[in-house]
Each structure stands twice: as C-alpha cells, then as structure tokens.
C-alpha cells in the first residue's frame, strides 16, 4: 500500500528531523560519531583526496632514475676485420658511455620521440593542436633535464631525468634509455650488413671454386669408368653381379645332372613307368598310363567272357601293347632333353665363370685410377666444407633480426611517490585536516536527515512508543554450526537458550506480560510495517520463549500470501488455518507441536490465498475466543500491515500488538503509518521491537537499549 494514501499523523506521533537535546551532549555527539564513522571516513578521504589531487596539480618537479650496465660481452658477427670482439669494457669506456647519455644527440633524439616539441613544460611557444618546430631551445631544456652518471667504480650508469610529472619523468628516463639501446642495435645492424656483404661475394668465390672441383673429380671418375651407384664403382657392382650369376649357375647344373643320373639309373634298373613318370612329373606319362589302366581293364574283362582267338580281345592286347610302346618313347625323349639342358647348363656356368674372371682383371686395373679420384674427392669435400660453414655463418647473421645491445637494463625508472621540489608535506596535513572537517559536517547532516531506526532512542523520538525489546542479528557463521534442519535464528534460541539472543526475546515476553492492563490479555500479534524485518523469525522465538517458560503457547500463522512458517519449521501441512476457517476441519485436528520447545502451531496449507475477508469472519472470532480459553498466550503471525490489509482485522481481534522494525532499514515514517492504520481499527500498539542489530557496528544502540550492557552481561549469557 502506498503510505502516501494515509492521513497525516497527529503531531506527537511525527517524527523529528532535528537533534534532541541529548544529541547535544557530550554522549550524544560521540554516538552520532559512532554511527556515522563510515560516512564521516568516506567523505573525509574523498575531500582529502581531491585537495591533495588539486596540489599535485601544481608544478612540482621529479626525478625519476633508470639504471644500465655496460655488459662486458659483446655482439659479435663476421666481417673482414674482425671489428667486434670479446673484450671487457674499462672505466674510460664507461664514463664515455654516460656522457653519450649526456649528449644533445640523445636528447634530440628523445625530444623527437616523445614529441616534447608540442609539449609547453618544454616548449613554450607550444599551442594546443599544432605542431611546433623542435627549436635547439626545446632540446637544450630536454638536455639540461637529463643527468647521467657512473655509479662509484662499478659498470653501471645512473640516469636521471627531472620534469614536472612523475610519470614522465619515468617515462623519459625509460625511453632515453630505449634510445640509447636502439642506437647500439642500429650499429650493430650496419656491422652485421657489412659483414653480410662480404660473406656474400666469399660464398660467391667459394661457390666458383667448388663447382670447379666438384667437376673435376666427375670428370675424372668418367674418363675412366669408376662411376658409382649406390656408394660402390660400377666395376665392383659388376662383380657382385657375376658372382652371383655363377653360383645360380652352378646350383642350377647341380639340380640337372641329378635329375638326368636319377633317371637313367631308374631306366637302367627297368623300374616301372610309374616311378619314373613320379620323378620327371610328365603329364604325357600320367594321362598314357591312366589310358593303360582303362584298356586293361576292358582287356581283363573281356578275357573273362572271350577265348584268345577273339577278335576284340586281340583289338585290346593290340592297344595296350601301343599304349606301352608310346610310353616307353616318351620316357626316352625326357631323358634325352634333361640330357640337353645338363649340357647347356654346363655351358652358361663356363661363360658366367669366364666374365667374372674378365670383370675382376679390370678391377685390378682400376686401383692406381681409383687413388687419383679419392685425391681429387677430398679436396672437393674440403672446398665443400668451407663453403658450407660460410653459408652456415650468413645464414646466422640473416636469420639474427634484431642485436641485443652491449648494455643491459638494471632497474627501469618509476614514478616517484614524491616530489623533489617543492615540499609538500604541509599542504597535505592542511588536505587532511579540511577533509575530517568536511566529514564531520556531512556526518552531522546524514544524521540530521537519516529517517532510519537505528537504536531505542530512535523508536521513541520517532514513533512515541517504547523499544519492548533490542534483538541482535544472528551471523551466518553461528548458524552454520547447527544441524541442517535447526539452521536458523530460532533453531540457535533453542540450542542456547542463555544466550544474548534468547535473552532479548525474555525481555520481550516481560514486555507482553508485564504491560499495562495484561489480566485477560492472551491474543498477541506480531507484525511489521513492511515485509523483510523478520516478524515470523520473531513471532516464532516469542513463542518458544513462553512455552519454555512454562506456558502453554499456540503460533497462529496468519500470512497466507508467504506461509514463511511452514519453511521455517520444514512442514507441508495438508490442511490448516483456511480449512479450519471453512468449517472443513476442527483446529484441534490440524495443529502441530513444534518438539523443539512443545509450541502448539496451527498453519497455513499449500491451499490457495483465498480472494475474500477471512480473517473478519465470525469463524475466525470464534477460533479465537476458543484458542484464549484453551491457551495461555496466542501468537499471531500477521503479515506486514502496509502490505496486506487484511492484518488489519486480526490485530483488531489481538489483545495487544508488537510491531517489529529492523535496525537501519526500516523508516521511521513507515513505522509511524503502520501504527496509525493499527490504531484506526481500534488496537493499540504495545511497543516496537528493533531486529536484526548488530552488536559490533558503531553506534548500534543507545542507553536505552539492552544490548548496550551486554558487555557488562557476558557472565550470564552463553556464546
């Protein structure tokens, strides 16, 4: 709802926007420092900050230092000469190279690389967007602001550059530096371009020369005929060749001539055709006797049914006798063509044999040839292996790139943190003084204006009711160490039930019960202004107060747009307040027992929120009226009043109402029309409890507030 909507609030209920009279105090001013520390410290080092930025600003002058060592080893590449050697520098070549530092050559140069010509700390003359000449007037200033060094007997050079910034200070110190690096890599690449020439016209010479040589030894090798293939001469591949042409020679002779004896000795024995058919494999033989066996016997049968004088018996003997004769003719023709091939066998070995031994001689010849060509081979090898070691050399020098300089680089400059001129230690103390002033005036006016509650004192000014009780937030680190199911603020008021925290919710049921006018009052409400501030957590921890100090005790969950209870204490109730407000179900059937501390508790069911007034039904008078007679205290969990505007008819049905406002969230005006619309239902608001305060932050409470002596109160109060 839109507080806007309400009317005002009468005047002693309106809060104040200006200091109280104990704000004036001595306590009172500590407080408000207490609490606007953050505001105060914030604003302070911002305006110091700025002050000090704003003197910065002024031209101040740094030095910024860099420092090199002149490396003993030095680039070395090929030339004629030899220029470039390996030799350690000695003083007089350092102190030459600081004073190259010193030089207007290099403060031209730097001049021109950062562009100081356009830069009015150097150039006067300067105008912002145009580009002005580098007058000897510019780099005479860049020279003079360059101060370069030996460092005592050593090889290092200190170079110190001064401007009006400390970054450029540093970031000329580095770039001269860079410069000076630059100029010896530029050297080093016009040595290395020399050098480069000369080893291209000597690879040129040396090309020349290996061609000749190279020519020379093929030419040799040629002439007379010592060519060679695969690492061996022509000659003496040739002889391996025939070597090997002569033993296939000689093994293939020895297999004929066993082939040719063993059938002339099986012929000679008169061994039978099938067994010399066996060893000269003829096919001839084999398809002649496969016609022998056939005629046999037709001849054996017809031997059986006929006399020898038959005709086609006669025909029989007479084709087996021609059959055996053409086999006998084949036999004699095989044995005469292994003879044949026994001979030509013979006659390849012989001439084998003679063209090794020609081969051979002429290797004999070659051996005086081969001398003079292994001579004129290593001189082309030798020739080759210069060539290849200048190639070897120009091939380095182009593949280098970039020469690393002869000096190498210590410690690059960095902005200053102060100033060499002028002293500005002063004008720092003055920035940080003004800026606690400024702090502490803002402080003053955040407080004047902060519409927050942020201790008791605040409730009352504010609101004109009492702070009924100071309740302390309760860290994520504390809750931690409880089991899952119990791991929340009231599930710690259980588990320390001497604590600071259960405290504050005794002191609060002292409220309730000690309150103007307590006789016959049961039905207690709890709610808040708007949703945040912790009411269930605290309804919930009332009633387990009471039931742990003996009171028979019932919760009432009333927020049916949240039902933050049922998640609180891990229920899913299938029927409750909105059944038992129906007629479905009897409230003694529907509620609870919270084990923990023996709290009865009717709540909400995952039903839908229902679209009219239950809470200003007849049904709900009577649950009421019932619940006072049966229990000692009724807590009603009711949502935030200018939220939902039903809460308004249950805390017309309370005997009394506890309005909670969380420490510096809840507003001051909030709470004060939250009270107004209790009120205009007839209620009365007991008193306002203040949640979530946290012990530890500055100016949490004030004297008013009970945590304020729970310092002095630690004996009576666990962890």
């Known amino acids: 709802m839109n507080i806007a909507t309400y009317d005002p609030l009468p005047i002693a209920r309106q809060p104040s926007g200006a200091m109280q009279n104990d704000e004036l105090s001595l306590s009172g001013i500590v407080e408000v420092l207490q609490r606007r520390a953050s505001v105060i410290l914030s604003v302070a080092a911002a305006v110091g900050v700025c002050v000090a930025g704003y003197l910065l600003m002024q031209p101040p002058k740094y030095e910024a230092t860099a420092q ?50 356009n830069d009015p700390e150097w150039n006067k003359a300067a105008v912002r967007g145009a580009n002005a000449p580098l007058t000897p007037a510019v780099i005479e200033r860049v020279h003079g602001a360059i101060d370069a060094h030996r460092n005592g007997m050593t090889h290092v050079i200190d170079v110190k550059v001064t401007a009006r910034s400390a970054a450029k200070a540093a970031l000329m110190a580095n770039t001269l530096i860079s410069l000076y690096q630059l100029e010896q890599i530029e050297q080093g690449q016009r040595a290395s371009q020399q050098a480069s020439a000369w ?51 000689q093994t293939d002779l020895a297999e004929k001539q066993a082939r040719y004896r063993q059938v002339r000795s099986m012929i000679s024995s008169g061994s039978s055709p099938d067994m010399i058919a066996g060893v000269i494999s003829s096919e001839t033989i084999r398809d002649l006797r496969a016609r022998e066996a056939d005629v046999a016997r037709r001849q054996a049968d017809m031997e059986s049914r006929y006399s020898d004088a038959h005709p086609a018996l006669q025909n029989v003997r007479a084709e087996r006798a021609d059959i055996e004769r053409q086999i006998g003719s084949e036999i004699a023709r095989i044995s005469s063509s292994l003879e044949s091939e026994e001979e030509v066998a013979r006659a390849r070995l012989a001439s084998l044999q003679g063209h090794l031994a020609a081969v051979q001689g002429r290797l004999l010849n070659n051996g005086a040839d081969q001398v003079q060509l292994n001579e004129l081979d290593r001189e082309a090898a030798g020739a080759r292996a210069v060539y290849e070691s200048f190639l070897q050399r120009a091939h380095e020098i182009s593949d280098q790139g970039v020469l690393t300089p002869s000096t190498r680089l210590l410690s690059l400059a960095t902005p200053p943190a102060a100033p060499a001129s002028p002293k500005l230690s002063l004008s720092l103390a003055i920035a940080a003084i003004l800026g606690l002033v400024v702090g502490l005036i803002a402080g003053m006016l955040v407080h004047q204006f ?42 710690y008021l259980l588990a320390n039930p001497l604590s600071a925290f259960a405290e504050a919710f005794r002191v609060l049921r002292a409220s309730i019960v000690y309150s103007q006018g307590r006789q016959g009052h049961k039905i207690v409400a709890v709610t808040s202004a708007l949703p945040g501030e912790g009411k269930t957590t605290a309804a919930l921890c009332l009633a387990r107060v009471a039931a742990m100090s003996g009171e028979k005790v019932i919760l009432i969950d009333c927020d049916v747009r949240r039902r933050s209870l049922n998640d609180i204490l891990d229920i899913a109730p299938r029927a409750g307040l909105l059944e038992v407000l129906s007629g479905q179900q009897n409230w003694r059937s529907v509620i609870g027992r919270d084990e923990g501390a023996g709290t009865h508790v009717l709540p909400l069911s995952a039903t839908d929120t229902p679209l009219h007034d239950v809470f200003g039904s007849p049904a709900m008078k009577k649950l009421m009226d019932e619940l006072a007679a049966e229990y000692d205290l009724v807590v009603l969990d009711c949502a935030p009043v200018l939220a939902v505007a039903e809460t308004r ?36 608001v007991t008193g306002v409890a203040l949640n979530c305060i946290d012990p530890r932050a500055p100016g949490r409470y004030s004297h008013s507030d009970s945590l304020y002596y729970v310092d002095a109160g630690k004996g009576y109060y666990n962890a």
Not at 72 to 97: E, I, M
Not at 216 to 231: I, K, P, V, W
Not at 462 to 486: D, F, H, Q, T, Y
Request: glycine share 4%; charged share 25%.
């Open 199 to 249: 080893l291209s016209q000597r690879l040129q010479e040396l090309r020349v020369e290996l061609n000749a040589k190279e020519a020379a030894a093929e030419a040799y090798r040629a002439q007379h005929g010592l060519l060679t293939a695969q690492g061996a001469t022509l000659t003496e591949q040739q002889i391996r060749d025939a070597q090997i042409a002569v033993t296939n020679a």
């Open 68 to 117: 090199v060592m002149i490396d003993p080893r030095q680039d070395r590449v090929v030339d004629p000469q030899q220029q470039l050697s390996d030799v350690s520098p000695d003083s007089t070549f350092v102190d030459s190279q600081a004073e190259v530092f010193n030089s207007r050559h290099m403060a031209e140069r730097l001049a021109q690389a950062l562009h100081l010509n």
């Open 450 to 491: 902060d519409d927050t509650l942020g201790s008791a004192d605040d409730v009352e000014r504010g609101v004109g009711l009492p702070a009924v009780a100071s309740i302390p937030v309760m860290p994520r680190k504390v809750l931690r160490n409880l089991p899952l199911r119990e791991r929340h603020p009231s599930g």
């Open 649 to 684: 008819a249950l805390v017309a049905l309370s005997d009394m109402v506890i309005l909670l406002g969380r420490w510096r969230k809840t507003r001051t005006r909030a709470l004060a029309s939250a009270i107004h619309q209790i009120e205009a239902t007839g209620a009365s």
